[in-house]
């Protein structure tokens, strides 16, 4: 088999034949573009709004299920109960979310938004709606559909992946 129709596997270290579809030469930029897409929002959103990236996401599942645990939170969030303690911290430092008694767990609280956050809360929208213009922009109608329906598909594809990873091995 020619060279270039090879390709390793890094995960076990095998060395196996391209799938015809597999568009290998841009899997690597097609990953990176992802990436940057998704730091670069990410970056222009904090900028403008102040709060950090992790600190934004806490928000938006409070948002979505206001008076979550702490567990519940880095569940959801997928990062550690260490980490969504953090950003709950800074959080409540600075006045937009606040811990209250869990009503049958003693030990355990449940983050709430306050009242402030509410009140600012078109500010963040705002900053969205701004972004997502900016983003879009010179991505005309049927072309922004169908990018849409593209990453909900990749979005859908990465979910079946994830399902199919085998647990770690000893």
Not at 36 to 62: K, P
Not at 67 to 77: I, W, Y
Not at 134 to 163: F, P
């Amino acid at each position: 088999m020619p060279k270039s129709e090879k390709k390793a596997n890094i995960a076990d270290g095998h060395v196996t034949e391209n799938a015809e579809n597999n568009r290998d030469p841009d899997a690597f930029n097609f990953i990176d573009l992802f990436t940057e897409v998704g730091h670069l929002i990410a970056h222009n959103y904090d900028s403008r709004s102040g709060l950090s990236r992790n600190q934004t996401r806490v928000i938006v599942e409070l948002l979505k299920s206001d008076g979550l645990t702490q567990t519940e939170l880095a569940n959801t969030l997928c990062i550690h109960k260490v980490s969504a303690g953090i950003y709950i911290s800074e959080l409540e430092e600075i006045g937009l979310v606040e811990r209250r008694p869990h009503p049958q767990d003693g030990r355990a609280k449940c983050i709430f938004l306050t009242q402030l956050l509410h009140d600012l809360r078109g500010g963040g929208e705002n900053i969205v709606k701004e972004l997502h213009t900016g983003i879009v922009e010179g991505i005309e109608g049927e072309d922004y559909e169908r990018l849409l329906q593209y990453m909900y598909k990749m979005k859908t594809n990465l979910e079946k992946m994830a399902a199919q990873i085998p647990p770690e091995q000893d």
